[in-house]
């Protein structure tokens, strides 16, 4: 943070850094049978590779492509607000790869990850949008899997006040030793360090890493409540909030309709969600919160205002199909908050 | 048609073939100012070369893609409203070629049209959307312009009772071939063949072609009033009018918010359009308006419900951002029909 005495030292350029997975979502509407049928669990992401990925499209509906990416989403959301971004994740050189670079450089976002020449295709993301608004993923990661820690920019990390970073780095191999050399430059440079949790079989996945991670090097966690229960390994939402406020400096925690609560120290805030008329598609939801709530603290906000930004935001995606906003989150936010 | 004596010595399989330009759309929101400061007329399609594409896809915000092309539209329309439809039109076998055939397959129509295996990429369509809902585009032919005869499938229009042509067809050079090969092969079956204007500047490029064909060749004509009017050089909607019903078997002219007016013979019917609450992108609408006309007609229905059809399809694209239905013309045909 600016405030802080190392910080204080050098230039601040950007107000986030995010590092994931670069994605080009291809979305279409499916009904309960299709994911039934095709065996997935509704809400989550599962990964698959190139040939189930061409089997999957084969069978879904027309679809709509666009930029997609927990991360990426979550900085196109501050560039929406106004906040200076920057992206770091890698895509190849092939039609999608110019899609997503075009996307994220078009708002304004510094991206300067050198594309793979050969090699695996830019990573799509197949979102299934039920009837009931709710997205189920299937990734195929493709180039993805060459993030690693040359790709890291230190100097990129030490100018921004917030080094931002989906689980689902975790994923890929290399992609996890690019993440651990990130949050590290990040601390050295006196920034903070933002990790979401992106998903509850991720945590599955990784759930010992990412104990290790919250408990020493993340200052600010997102995680909605399946993800923060299936961290602790609790049977209720308030057992997981008492160990997260144990664990971590700032968290703020989502519940879709119910709303989020942040936790940080002894303040606990307890936010509506923006209540809206209909209900789309949710795919992007918890990376535009996150916008909203790092925009905030990045501004200088209080965690309560952070935490009502990000639900103006949230409530924007989720009013149309595709998870990156579609009117300005900056004129939005003026609006509601006055 | 199926009453004609020809036509009912042969099968039937198809309600409509169309035969258009392959299109990837690139929809983005523009202001005022880019379409003034790109030099475009708003509301038109003018047609780029591949590097003014390039640097027009710089300039512009970040977008979706979603597959287009007028016929194929109208195609893609008449699958969600249950018909039988089949497409002729050129992509490249690359990614977004990929995602065109992918799109058009998985309605159920089709498509055998084989793919470019080199020269120029799959076609786009740079779509500038502005706040007060209207469409300009800029169109890189890329793989259309191999559309030739040899791509016409003389069986699948001898088995289809509309053969659906769109006027952008006359600017690649091939392509022109291509389309009176066709409009051929479907009078010869004792089919009907049906003509959209497409757009002003493209009448414009290609009039005395166009008068020649409604003139001789084509039963069902599709035009809206700026193209009509340029068509005949009319100074009024209503000369156009007059001449149109002079020449045309069947016209069926849209008027934006208007309505619609369809002519055949004695007969003349007066269609409002149907109402909706906000107008979020108009393109499409004369493509859906088409695909509702062309149902009505291949399933028995009078004119005016022809025109009623075509009216509430086009209310249901012109609701969302992109051309293609976003939900079932069927049901909602269905719904507001009764």
């Not at 809400?43 to 189930?52: A, F, H, K, P, R």
């Not at 670079?101 to 799509?124: E, L, V």
């Not at 917030?162 to 430059?185: C, I, N, R, S």
């Not at 805030?269 to 209540?275: F, L, R, S, T, Y």
């Given at each position: 943070?600016?405030?802080s005495?190392t910080?204080?030292?050098?230039?601040t350029?950007?107000?986030?850094?995010?590092i994931?997975?670069?994605i080009?979502d291809?979305?279409?509407h499916?009904d309960d049978q299709f994911i039934?049928?095709t065996?997935?669990?509704?809400?989550?992401m599962?990964?698959i590779?190139e040939?189930t990925?061409?089997s999957v499209?084969?069978?879904?509906g027309?679809?709509?492509?666009?930029s997609?990416?927990?991360?990426?989403?979550?900085i196109?959301g501050?560039?929406?607000?106004?906040?200076?971004?920057?992206f770091?994740?890698?895509?190849?050189?092939?039609?999608l790869g110019?899609?997503?670079r075009?996307?994220?450089?078009s708002?304004?976002?510094?991206?300067n990850?050198?594309?793979?020449?050969?090699g695996?295709?830019?990573?799509r993301?197949?979102i299934?949008?039920?009837?009931?608004?709710?997205r189920?993923m299937?990734?195929y990661?493709?180039?993805c899997?060459n993030?690693?820690p040359?790709?890291?920019?230190?100097?990129m990390?030490s100018i921004?006040?917030v080094?931002y970073?989906?689980?689902?780095?975790?994923?890929?191999?290399?992609?996890?030793?690019?993440f651990?050399?990130?949050?590290k430059a990040a601390?050295?440079?006196g920034?903070?360090v933002?990790?979401s949790?992106s998903d509850?079989?991720?945590v599955d996945?990784?759930?010992?890493d990412?104990l290790?991670l919250?408990?020493?090097h993340?200052?600010v966690?997102?995680a909605?409540?399946?993800?923060i229960?299936?961290l602790?390994?609790t049977?209720?939402?308030?057992?997981?909030?008492?160990?997260?406020?144990?664990h971590?400096?700032?968290a703020?925690l989502?519940r879709s309709?119910?709303?989020?609560?942040?936790?940080?120290?002894?303040e606990?805030h307890i936010?509506d969600?923006e209540?809206?008329?209909?209900?789309?598609d949710?795919t992007?939801?918890g990376d535009?919160?996150?916008?909203g709530?790092l925009?905030?603290?990045?501004t200088?906000?209080?965690?309560?205002?952070c935490?009502?930004?990000?639900s103006?935001?949230?409530s924007?995606?989720?009013?149309h199909v595709?998870a990156?906003?579609?009117?300005?989150?900056k004129?939005?936010?003026?609006?509601k908050?006055?």
């Amino acid at each position: 943070m600016t405030n802080s005495p190392t910080a204080s030292m050098t230039e601040t350029r950007y107000h986030v850094v995010g590092i994931g997975n670069a994605i080009v979502d291809v979305l279409a509407h499916a009904d309960d049978q299709f994911i039934n049928e095709t065996g997935l669990t509704k809400g989550t992401m599962s990964l698959i590779d190139e040939e189930t990925a061409e089997s999957v499209y084969t069978k879904m509906g027309p679809g709509i492509e666009c930029s997609g990416g927990s991360a990426a989403n979550t900085i196109a959301g501050l560039a929406s607000l106004g906040a200076d971004g920057a992206f770091i994740g890698k895509v190849k050189d092939d039609q999608l790869g110019g899609v997503f670079r075009h996307d994220i450089t078009s708002m304004g976002i510094a991206y300067n990850t050198a594309p793979d020449t050969d090699g695996a295709s830019t990573a799509r993301c197949m979102i299934h949008v039920t009837p009931d608004a709710q997205r189920t993923m299937q990734t195929y990661l493709g180039a993805c899997v060459n993030l690693g820690p040359d790709d890291i920019d230190e100097h990129m990390i030490s100018i921004s006040q917030v080094t931002y970073l989906e689980g689902y780095l975790w994923d890929p191999e290399q992609a996890k030793k690019a993440f651990v050399k990130a949050a590290k430059a990040a601390t050295d440079a006196g920034r903070l360090v933002s990790l979401s949790l992106s998903d509850p079989f991720c945590v599955d996945r990784h759930r010992d890493d990412f104990l290790n991670l919250v408990e020493g090097h993340v200052d600010v966690l997102f995680a909605n409540e399946e993800e923060i229960m299936s961290l602790y390994q609790t049977e209720s939402f308030d057992d997981a909030l008492q160990a997260a406020r144990a664990h971590c400096s700032i968290a703020a925690l989502t519940r879709s309709e119910k709303g989020s609560v942040v936790l940080s120290g002894d303040e606990v805030h307890i936010v509506d969600a923006e209540p809206i008329d209909v209900v789309a598609d949710t795919t992007g939801a918890g990376d535009a919160y996150a916008a909203g709530f790092l925009y905030g603290l990045t501004t200088g906000e209080s965690l309560d205002t952070c935490a009502r930004i990000g639900s103006i935001c949230a409530s924007e995606v989720i009013s149309h199909v595709g998870a990156r906003p579609d009117v300005s989150f900056k004129d939005l936010v003026r609006k509601k908050l006055g």
